[in-house]
């Protein structure tokens, strides 16, 4: 482990003017990933910014009836609130590490957490995302946990929140502060696809601190359910997961929103399996439909083929359970 400053933020603004002043300074929040990623040597901040300090772990209501939530905000956050409105983010968080990780892991550092995909996490393993140009292990080695969508000839590495997915089927926004100000990023647009640049992971620019999570009032959004598979009950990232949001009118459905996780780089929005429920009654037919389309253009590996059929079952599961029979 090299050395680093250890600075404790006073206000947004000093840990902004560090993040601006120093290229490779990191913010840490509840450190449940990144000082891991220090200690075995994958990332080496010259400067550590503590923003336990800040005032930024509040869940508010907006004006509009939607819910802003602090970028310090625990994982364990028990809010009748995202309870009622939007179950689907608490049975994302629930389903999350353990209960031990959640009360110390943060909603901004969740959303940033680095990939899972151990020839990343193991600095003798060529990784593009990790040293841009070094090639990719998992090309040649075991893929079996690897993304079957949105995948690229530099980067196979599937992303590993849960948060994240729900959050992408609530069509939250995050709001961020940089030298330049406050703006928002739609959740769809903070993960990038590797692409041939994999070491570039999110639209957050690298001075730029997260502030809060919004999450619009949605008419799907009381109607949401999350689906995890993962390797044993607890404990476990997800091998494929779906978060469903879906508005009915009528007995038809009006919208949805439906985002898979554990199955590509980035939260994936199914938009083929959202227009084939769209104006159709919720029943097993459209469910079906759904759960096919949900997996069009993946491209698995010889040993993730079986990513297929999980991410459709977990759709089928998710809407299943809406439907309420
Ligand atoms: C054993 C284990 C099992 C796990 N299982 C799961 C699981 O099943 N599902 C799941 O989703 N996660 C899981 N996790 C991951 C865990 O949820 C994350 O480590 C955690 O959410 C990260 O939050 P943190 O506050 O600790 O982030 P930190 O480690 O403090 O930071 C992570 C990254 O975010 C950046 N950052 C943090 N806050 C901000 C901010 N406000 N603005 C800008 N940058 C910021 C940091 O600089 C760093 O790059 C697991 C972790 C462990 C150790």
Same mark, same amino acid.
């Given at each position: 482990m090299e050395p680093f400053q250890y600075i404790r933020a006073r206000d947004v603004g000093e840990a902004i003017r560090v993040l601006a002043d120093n290229p490779t300074a990191a913010v840490i929040a509840g450190g449940t990933d990144l000082t891991t990623l220090i200690r075995d040597g994958i990332r080496r901040p010259s400067h550590l910014i503590d923003i336990n300090g800040l005032d930024l772990a509040e869940v508010s209501a907006r004006p509009d009836g939607g819910l802003r939530i602090g970028a310090?905000?625990?994982?364990a956050v028990s809010d009748k609130r995202i309870e009622r409105n939007f179950p689907v983010l608490a049975e994302a968080l629930r389903s999350g590490a353990s209960p031990q990780i959640r009360n110390r892991a943060t909603f901004g550092g969740n959303l940033l957490q680095r990939v899972r995909c151990p020839y990343y996490r193991v600095p003798e393993f060529a990784c593009n995302r990790r040293d841009p140009g070094s090639g990719c292990a998992a090309l040649s080695g075991d893929s079996s946990r690897q993304a079957i969508l949105g995948t690229s000839g530099a980067c196979v590495a599937v992303h590993p929140s849960d948060c994240a997915v729900a959050l992408q089927a609530l069509d939250a926004e995050i709001l961020v502060r940089g030298p330049r100000g406050e703006r928002r990023i739609p959740i769809d647009a903070l993960h990038r696809l590797p692409?041939?640049?994999?070491?570039?992971?999110?639209?957050?620019?690298?001075d730029e601190l997260i502030l809060a999570v919004e999450l619009p009032p949605r008419a799907s959004s009381e109607r949401s359910h999350y689906v995890k598979f993962r390797d #044993?009950?607890?404990y476990a990232f997800s091998l494929a997961s779906a978060a469903v949001a879906v508005e009915l009118r009528g007995g038809r459905i009006r919208s949805s929103r439906i985002s898979l996780g554990g199955v590509a780089p980035k939260p994936w929005r199914a938009e083929a399996a959202e227009r084939a429920l769209?104006? #159709?009654?919720?029943d097993k037919d459209a469910i079906d439909a759904a759960a096919k389309a949900a997996t069009n253009g993946a491209a698995p590996r010889p040993d993730n083929t079986y990513k297929v059929s999980l991410a459709r079952e977990v759709v089928r599961q998710a809407l299943t359970e809406l439907k309420g029979d």
């Open positions: 310090l905000c625990r994982n692409g041939r640049t994999p070491a570039e992971e999110v639209t957050l620019r690298r #044993r009950a607890s769209n104006g #159709r009654p919720l």
